[in-house]
């Protein structure tokens, strides 16, 4: 059984950078597509950014293009997220998810398995 643990979040001032990281352990994550999620208070969780199981196709929403970078390191069994220029806007909680899909998605319902998630602060 697949399971994901997600390290890296933190407080940061608005401007600056942080690296999330998705672990795996109980099996490799080179056979899934792995994606990026956020869930701000009070708001419903969304996509953020996907990698494809060959790491060839990236996906990224809208607000957070040309500043998230997301990536995979098969010897490492991860995959991170490089989050630059970050703004307050950001501030959720980051859940990375795994899909057997072998593409892209950023439709969570696509996902069968989920970290329990990093909180991530951008405030001054």
């Known amino acids: 059984q697949l399971q994901l643990v997600e390290s890296g979040g933190g407080l940061v001032q608005p401007g600056g950078s942080l690296r999330l990281s998705c672990a795996a352990s109980?099996?490799?994550?080179?056979?899934?597509?792995i994606g990026w999620f956020r869930q701000a208070p009070g708001k419903e969780r969304e996509g953020v950014s996907c990698?494809?199981?060959?790491?060839?196709?990236?996906i990224y929403a809208d607000s957070v293009k040309g500043r998230f970078t997301i990536s995979r390191d098969s010897a490492k069994n991860t995959v991170s997220l490089q989050m630059n220029s970050l703004e307050p806007e950001d501030t959720a909680v980051y859940y990375c998810?795994?899909?057997?899909?072998?593409?892209?998605?950023?439709?969570?319902?696509?996902?069968?398995?989920w970290g329990q998630g990093t909180r991530v602060t951008v405030s001054s």
């Open positions: 998810a795994a899909t057997i899909l072998s593409y892209g998605t950023l439709s969570e319902n696509e996902f069968d398995y």
């Open positions: 109980g099996d490799t994550l080179d056979y899934y597509a």
């Open positions: 990698i494809s199981d060959s790491g060839d196709d990236t």
